[in-house]
């Protein structure tokens, strides 16, 4: 079955940077896009950022683009959030979700979810 | 970007309610949206996609209906395992949106 798995949160200073990893296993990778998703402590969800199945189209959310990024790697069933600059409003848990479909050229929504990852940033 | 509008915030309802949630997207989406749920302290799971179809799984006392820039989601009678917050998502471009959330509590 579909599992996702993201690790790499942690406690970290303001102004620091962090990845976080989604580990995914149960279908083909490296045929479904994956996304980005948060939610800070109390509010809702904000999508953040989204990667084609083959790396080669990546968007994001206007409140984070420039200071992330998002990548993959095809061989080893995962996907990365790089946050630069991390500020106190980036608290949150982090959720990467697969494409609902396969190969897609259109934006699609998401279908499967991972538990998400805390990252608190605090001084 | 499209903004999407969700209403009520909160509701308060009692089991066997039929409860109903809207979001209006700011421009035409066509049918583009999907709901979740997400319990507390849960990753959200999708309800409806492309407005109206029912994910595979999900009970029939949930649908959805709408397009372009109205949406809503109603739940027939609501049960004890649906007290919960949902959300709206328009993915018909990015950057992808969602809706602020309604939490639907118990009365």
């Known amino acids: 079955q579909v599992q996702l798995v993201e690790s790499g949160g942690d406690v970290v200073q303001p102004g620091r940077s962090l990845r976080l990893s989604c580990a995914a296993s149960g279908f083909m990778f490296n045929k479904y896009g994956m996304q980005w998703v948060r939610q800070a402590p109390g509010k809702g969800l904000e999508w953040l950022a989204v990667i084609w199945h083959d790396g080669n189209h990546t968007y994001y959310a206007d409140s984070v683009r420039g200071r992330v990024t998002i990548s993959r790697d095809n061989s080893k069933n995962t996907v990365y959030l790089h946050i630069n600059s991390l500020r106190a409003e980036d608290t949150a848990v982090y959720y990467c979700?697969?494409?609902?479909?396969?190969?897609?050229?259109?934006?699609?929504?998401?279908?499967?979810w991972g538990q998400g990852t805390l990252v608190t940033v605090s001084s | 970007d499209i903004q999407m509008i969700q209403s009520p915030s909160s509701l308060s309802a009692s089991v066997g309610d039929r409860v109903t949630i809207t979001c209006r997207a700011s421009?035409?989406?066509?049918?583009?949206l999907a709901w979740y749920q997400q319990k507390l302290g849960r990753a959200p799971k999708r309800l409806i996609y492309?407005?109206?179809s029912l994910q595979s799984g999900v009970p029939s006392r949930f649908s959805g209906s709408g397009s372009g820039t109205e949406f809503t989601l109603t739940i027939s009678s609501l049960q004890p395992e649906d007290f919960a917050t949902y959300y709206c998502?328009?993915?018909?471009?990015?950057?992808?949106?969602f809706g602020q959330g309604t939490k639907v509590e118990i009365k």
């Open positions: 421009q035409g989406i066509r049918n583009d």
């Open positions: 492309a407005a109206s």
């Open positions: 979700a697969r494409d609902a479909a396969p190969i897609v050229v259109v934006p699609v929504a998401m279908n499967y």
């Open positions: 998502l328009q993915y018909n471009n990015y950057p992808h949106m």
